[in-house]
């Protein structure tokens, strides 16, 4: 199942819905490389709510996305990492740098807007 | 009670499944949703490591059924290439190819037992383990609910 990127002013937000696959996850960074440029964005949102996995392929593949987007000036949050999901990545040891992250989308916008000096739709 | 489960492992279709069936039998053992994560994290870089690596194997899944404790035991075969130096595999940062050999060393610790046995131009068995202790109270209802 691909991964819908919504444009919400100068952010982009990808609410993941489901446990992806390796070439899922790999659609979803280049679809986001392509549209950060498309639409001039200025941060991205991923959302992993959903997700019940972050090993290190999927970690690995975040921190690109993230590299990727600050290259071309935007900052990448990552909102929704569940408790378990949490636990597991410290005792992996699995770093997610240069990512920002925040609890949910509400933080995750308000961390991009920190950032990012921006301003979204509302001209908040 | 839940028997062993079997999982062919060809593509990442396949990894998905392997992880959804550890977290069900992790489940089913009482497991709490942290271990059941635990448990699906690792399974999910050893059965990449069989599709990167060595292309297909087999991931089986068994519970142990202990009186003080229970166990689900996780064995992902395949006959692939083989490590020549497990030791060294087992380290922070020995990957090949396109990996950063984070995968066999994670798997270590998210879990309480891993151990790996291979042979150049035979293949790989990993075999990992993770235990949960049952307390009395949960051995003395079980008791209560046989004799009944
Ligand atoms: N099933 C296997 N068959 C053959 N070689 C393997 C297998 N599993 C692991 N290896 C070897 O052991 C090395 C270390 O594995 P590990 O999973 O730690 O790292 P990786 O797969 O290279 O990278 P990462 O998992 O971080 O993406 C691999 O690079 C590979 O050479
Ligand atoms: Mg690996």
């Known amino acids: 199942m691909s991964v819908p990127i919504l444009k919400q002013g100068d952010y982009l937000i990808a609410s993941i819905q489901s446990a992806l696959t390796d070439s899922e996850v790999l659609k979803l960074r280049d679809d986001l490389a392509d549209r950060v440029g498309n639409f001039r964005s200025r941060g991205i949102v991923i959302d992993v709510t959903a997700v019940d996995v972050i090993d290190s392929f999927v970690a690995r593949s975040l921190q690109t996305i993230a590299s990727t987007a600050k290259l071309r000036g935007a900052e990448t949050v990552l909102v929704g990492i569940q408790p378990d999901v949490a636990v597991a990545m410290v005792q992996f040891e699995l770093s997610l740098d240069p990512l920002l992250t925040a609890l949910d989308l509400e933080e995750g916008i308000a961390a991009l807007r920190r950032s990012t000096g921006g301003v979204d739709e509302d001209g908040r | 009670m839940a028997d062993e489960r079997r999982v062919p492992i060809v593509s990442d279709d396949d990894m998905v499944t392997a992880r ?70 087992m380290q922070d940062g020995y990957g090949s190819s396109n990996g950063l050999g984070l995968g066999l060393p994670g798997a270590r610790r998210l879990m309480d037992e891993l151990h790996v046995e291979s042979e150049v131009g035979r293949g790989t068995t990993v075999t990992m383990k993770k235990w949960r202790d049952r307390d009395e109270l949960e051995r003395l209802r079980e008791r209560r609910s046989d004799s009944r």
């Open chain 2, 20 to 89: 959804a069936e550890g977290r069900a039998l992790a489940a089913h053992l009482g497991f709490s949703r942290t271990d059941a994560t635990l448990v699906a994290t690792a399974i999910s870089e050893i059965a990449r490591n069989i599709v990167v690596h060595a292309h297909d194997g087999e991931i089986v899944l068994t519970p142990v059924y202990g009186d003080s404790r229970y166990g689900l035991v996780v064995v992902a075969r395949d006959r692939g290439p083989g490590i020549p130096d497990v030791e060294a595999a």
